[in-house]
């Protein structure tokens, strides 16, 4: 697998060599000093040219970047908008582990658009063309502080999709609840452990796509709690994930709402609650709802 330096070295040397190529600049990972190198890491590279079509329409010349296991063109997708004449890009893996997410951008574009990622460092400006960039940063990835309406919001829906997934483990419908729970009550989970994280941090780092560095701010057994909210296809083992999300959204929102001094809805999580285990104890040939449980618990 060739190295990082070998990899640059490669980026480079074609940019030189190429007189449409007028400046290299990198943005992703490989920029962010915050996150760990590994292996898998891709190198987010966009050239900013003279003229997009001529790249488009020569195929051949990515040959020059290595040997091409398989790709994706993005902007050939026709359910997607593109500006192909400004804006172009090739995602490729290739053989040797390596992929390069490759865009070439127009001169116009790039001046327009290179500090809208704040995680951008310029490689090569052959005529001066870009203008000065700060050192990048994930700061525009941070956890932002939510507003108390924004909290209000998170909970409301975290604990009225749960009614969804009462319904839907009811009926057995695993692919259903599946994507209910990963799509929408977990998103509403993710936000508000990220909140946490920002309390704990003054909201000065990011947690990361899919919030998957979590485990650098959490407690060892409070993050192991969140893998537990995973499930498979089993229904019962749904049923405790659910209720273990549920548990685990109670106790952190409690904690943001403490910290930054709103009001949580604590009537609202114990109805939804209730209902969850009610439905949870229902028949299969039950005929009715009914749950007549108050808040309180008393009928």
Request: overall charge negative.
């Amino acid at each position: 697998m060739r190295n990082e330096e070998t990899m640059f070295k490669l980026l480079l040397d074609i940019a030189q060599k190429d007189d449409r190529i007028i400046a290299v600049y990198m943005n992703g990972s490989r920029t962010n000093p915050n996150v760990p190198k590994d292996i898998f890491q891709d190198y987010d590279v966009i050239y900013v040219v003279k003229d997009t079509k001529s790249f488009i329409g020569e195929k051949g010349w990515l040959d020059q970047f290595g040997t091409i296991l398989y790709m994706q063109c993005p902007d050939e997708n026709p359910d997607f908008p593109s500006d192909k004449e400004n804006f172009y890009g090739w995602l490729m893996q290739f053989t040797d582990g390596n992929r390069i997410d490759l865009h070439v951008e127009s001169v116009q574009h790039a001046q327009k658009h290179i500090k809208d990622d704040k995680l951008c460092r310029v490689l090569l400006d052959k005529e001066n063309i870009l203008p000065p960039i700060p050192d990048a940063t994930d700061s525009d990835y941070w956890v932002k502080k939510p507003t108390e309406a924004q909290f209000q919001v998170c909970c409301n829906e975290f604990w009225w999709c749960s009614n969804n997934l009462a319904k839907g483990l009811w009926r057995g419908e695993i692919p259903y609840v599946q994507d209910m729970v990963n799509f929408v009550v977990r998103k509403e989970l993710e936000k508000m452990l990220s909140w946490k994280v920002g309390t704990l941090t003054d909201f000065g780092v990011s947690v990361g796509k899919s919030a998957k560095y979590l485990n650098r701010w959490l407690p060892e057994a409070e993050y192991q709690c969140y893998l537990d909210t995973y499930f498979g296809k089993e229904i019962h083992e749904a049923w405790d994930s659910v209720l273990k999300m549920c548990d685990l959204f109670e106790q952190t929102a409690g904690y943001v709402a403490g910290r930054l001094r709103y009001s949580y809805n604590h009537e609202e999580a114990k109805a939804a609650r209730t209902f969850l285990e009610h439905v949870r104890a229902l028949p299969k040939d039950a005929e009715e709802i009914i749950c007549t449980e108050t808040i309180g618990g008393e009928e």
